[in-house]
Nanobody, 123 residues
Framework: QVQLVESGGGQAQAGGSLRLSCAAS????????MGWFRQAPGKAREFVAG????????YYADSVKGRFTISRDNAKNMVYLQMSSLTLEDTAVYYC????????????????WGQGTQVTVSA
């Protein structure tokens, strides 16, 4: 199982930006589809973005398209989520996920999760 550790969460004003990072362990990192999910208070965990092993295909939830960018550095076993034009609705705990599947716009999470990092957006 892949070990994942997120960092980079915090507070931002609406319209601002944050960058999340996820450090992964394991020798097969570059074969895994990696992604981010988030969970707001009282809501179910939802898919945010995913990226294939080579890093040349990305997938986004409609709610973040054009505002968030997922990327990876296979040499460093890292995944990133650049978040811009933040809104109050982006407030959530963000989780890194490994080996997820994305088919026809739907995402199924893999078994490996990080501990989560809080993102709070204020007006």
């Amino acid at each position: 199982q892949v070990q994942l550790v997120e960092s980079g969460g915090g507070q931002a004003q609406a319209g601002g930006s944050l960058r999340l990072s996820c450090a992964a362990s394991g020798p097969t990192f570059d074969r895994l589809v990696m992604g981010w999910f988030r969970q707001a208070p009282g809501k179910a965990r939802e898919f945010v973005a995913g990226i294939n092993g080579r890093g040349d295909s990305a997938y986004y939830a409609d709610s973040v398209k054009g505002r968030f960018t997922i990327s990876r550095d296979n040499a460093k076993n890292m995944v990133y989520l650049q978040m811009s034009s933040l809104t109050l609705e982006d407030t959530a705990v963000y989780y890194c996920n490994a080996d997820l599947s994305v088919v026809n716009g739907r995402a199924w999470s893999g078994e490996s999760w990080g501990q989560g990092t809080q993102v709070t957006v204020s007006a």
